[in-house]
């Protein structure tokens, strides 16, 4: 059996040229050589407070809920906003560990729904939780292909369980979101 061999012949400069800009343009590359970029900058005040957890990346910020030092709680319910228009919120809501929530069945609840979270999280028992260091929980926003310009983020309700088992309105800081 006789192989057939073919001669690769040498393209121009121009369709070499061409061939790449055709590339390129098919992979989503702007040109621009700008990465998409979602930024968060802490809120400046105490408190309760949404604050950017090292593990954040460029499209995607992982936020802490986290107490003021010292604070006893028995847990409490979350409801947050971001521009659905620019973000999506994680469908993940991850345990702080400021709370004991006891193994089995954890008393931790999430629900999105296109521009809004609610989350609610309380500890097992009824011994309050005093906070420290550690967050309440962690939620994340991922940026939406497009989205320029600052990205509105709000806690719009927040209530939480104190230690004598009254229920209290708590205010909390939220920083800057912004996508670049």
């Known amino acids: 059996m006789k192989r057939r061999f073919h001669t690769l012949r040498p393209l121009g400069l121009a369709a070499v040229g061409a061939a790449a800009l055709g590339i390129l343009g098919c992979s989503g590359a702007s040109g621009s050589g700008e990465t998409p ?5 802490n809120p400046a005040s105490s ?3 949404l604050v950017a957890d090292p593990s954040s990346t460029a499209t995607h910020v992982v936020l802490n809920l986290v107490g003021p030092a010292g604070a006893q709680l028995q847990g ?3 409801a ?16 702080g560990g400021a709370l004991d929530l006891g193994s089995g069945v954890k008393l931790m609840k999430s629900k999105v729904d296109a521009e809004s979270l609610q989350v609610a999280i309380y500890q097992k028992g009824t011994t ?3 906070l420290a260091a550690k967050p309440l929980f962690s939620v994340a926003l991922d940026l939406k292909a497009g989205a320029k310009g600052a ?5 719009s ?3 939480i369980l104190d230690a ?3 229920t209290v309105t708590v205010p909390v800081a939220v920083g800057t979101l912004t996508a670049q």
Do not use: H
């Open 37 to 41: 970029r979602l930024g968060y900058t």
């Open 164 to 166: 004598s088992g009254a």
């Open 157 to 159: 309700s927040a209530k």
């Open 47 to 49: 408190g309760y407070q």
């Open 76 to 78: 409490g319910t979350f």
């Open 128 to 130: 309050a939780a005093t």
């Open 151 to 155: 990205v509105a983020l709000n806690a």
């Open 80 to 95: 947050l906003t971001a521009d659905a228009s620019k973000v999506t919120w994680s469908t993940t809501v991850a345990e």
